[in-house]
């Protein structure tokens, strides 16, 4: 079967469109296929991010909105940080999306939107292409030498390649974007309270121009509840957690799932790399993916241009990918998963006592601890010089379910 493309990219979301632009950029031929009609026509995410990483990507400052005060509220407590010097922002998740593909499409790369990948071709057990329908139902076998399956959750491609099983386990979100006036755009929010986020949190993130999205996200293994309505009474009662929702006008609302079992076991195989939610590479404490997400495809397009040099597109040719990425990422993702356990079975009065830690831990530390990013000479420092927390840590946040290792 011939060649039509280098690397056949599934997806056009973070991951597939930085892994796009790294092919291309290396002379490589890269082809994405979007099964949406446009890249980002539908926003699956709420946009929390660091400064850092939308620097670290030449991410244009008119595409994210800096945050100076982060708010922990649970029932009773709440934990106040703010940073002269913001490391947090929210982005325009359409309009980085976007960016990334025009930047994708410059660096050489081919993207093509309503078209959907919906089988990977074999040949000998080793992936070689997908098959393809387009908007129009038409169907075509398109080959490559590597695919990417950055197709997010669903991992359909990486489970029909026997790469991994797929998930079971998913954090479930609903948001809504309003024009909020009366809203602060320098504070986000972060709600813990099970009468509101059962096995989850709710969030207010501003981002520019009077707008705000306000969202709740549950787990779907602990409970079975629709965030949707979950949403609509925190909404209702966004006043009650210091939120002015007051003339405010509703505009879009978003769904998405993000997994949350933990990295599969492999995110190789012959012909083939998972990268971004196709991998289960979010930190799973607050459920940011983006970051991590383009992190993984440049790593994956790093590789592929190194394996299509040397003609080779065995496991063991993309191995280097995995572990590059489990090597920087794999132990902080592991904790997260953990972390993501113990919060889920939380109920308000242990919400109390973490928001409680929470407000005694320094203020450069919560963002990263939120990333599941845990610096942890810093971490222990910090825990030895609070001798009178060391019970609580270990009843309330320490100390790990033996479920969760599993």
């Known amino acids: 079967m011939p060649t039509d493309t280098d690397v056949l990219v599934v997806g056009g979301g973070p991951a597939g469109l930085v892994a796009a632009e790294t092919v291309a950029a290396a002379g490589r031929r890269a082809v994405v296929v979007e099964r949406e009609a446009a890249i980002a026509e539908t926003v699956r995410t709420s946009g929390g991010m660091s400064i850092q990483?939308?620097?670290?990507?030449?991410?244009?400052?008119?595409?994210?909105?800096?945050?100076?005060?982060?708010?922990?509220?649970?029932?009773?407590?709440?934990?106040?940080?703010?940073?002269?010097?913001?490391?947090?922002?929210?982005?325009?998740?359409?309009?980085?999306?976007?960016?990334?593909?025009?930047?994708?499409?410059?660096?050489?790369?081919?993207?093509?939107?309503?078209?959907?990948?919906?089988?990977?071709?074999?040949?000998?057990?080793?992936?070689?292409?997908?098959?393809?329908?387009?908007?129009?139902?038409?169907?075509?076998?398109?080959?490559?030498?590597?695919?990417?399956?950055?197709?997010?959750?669903?991992?359909s491609i990486s489970k029909a390649a026997g790469l991994h099983p797929g998930f079971t386990r998913f954090g479930v979100g609903a948001e809504v974007e309003f024009e909020a006036p009366a809203c602060s755009q320098s504070e986000a929010v972060l709600i813990v309270s099970n009468g509101y986020a059962p096995a989850g949190y709710a969030w207010v993130f501003p981002w520019g121009g009077n707008r705000v999205r306000v969202g709740v996200g549950v787990h779907h293994a602990d409970v079975r509840s629709d965030p949707k309505e979950h949403l609509e009474d925190f909404i209702r009662d966004a006043s009650e957690w210091g939120v002015d929702l007051s003339d405010a006008v509703r505009g879009e609302l978003h769904f998405g799932l993000v997994p949350t079992d933990g990295m599969p076991g492999r995110l190789v195989g012959d012909g083939i790399m998972a990268v971004g939610d196709a991998a289960c590479q979010a930190t799973l404490v607050v459920g940011e993916g983006i970051r991590l997400a383009m992190t993984a495809g440049a790593m994956a397009g790093r590789v592929a241009v190194e394996a299509l040099g040397a003609g080779r597109f065995d496991r063991g040719a993309l191995a280097p990918y995995e572990r590059e990425f489990r090597k920087r990422y794999g132990l902080d993702l592991r904790i997260g998963r953990i972390m993501n356990g113990r919060l889920s079975a939380t109920d308000d009065a242990e919400w109390d006592a973490k928001v409680r830690i929470l407000r005694s831990v320094p203020k450069g530390l919560v963002p990263p601890l939120l990333q599941s990013e845990l610096p942890f000479f810093k971490l222990v420092r910090w825990v030895i010089a609070k001798p009178r927390l060391w019970r609580v840590l270990v009843r309330y946040g320490l100390r790990p379910r033996l479920s969760s290792l599993g």
């Not at 325009?92 to 790369?109: I, K, N, T």
């Not at 959907?116 to 997908?130: F, K, M, S």
């Open 53 to 155: 990483a939308m620097r670290d990507f030449a991410i244009p400052e008119r595409l994210w909105h800096p945050i100076s005060v982060l708010r922990v509220s649970s029932r009773g407590e709440t934990a106040a940080f703010e940073y002269p010097e913001p490391l947090m922002c929210v982005i325009d998740v359409r309009g980085v999306y976007r960016f990334l593909a025009e930047r994708a499409e410059a660096a050489g790369a081919e993207i093509r939107t309503g078209v959907h990948a919906y089988e990977p071709i074999l040949q000998g057990g080793r992936v070689a292409g997908c098959r393809l329908r387009t908007a129009a139902g038409a169907h075509e076998e398109h080959a490559a030498s590597i695919v990417v399956d950055a197709a997010g959750y669903r991992a």
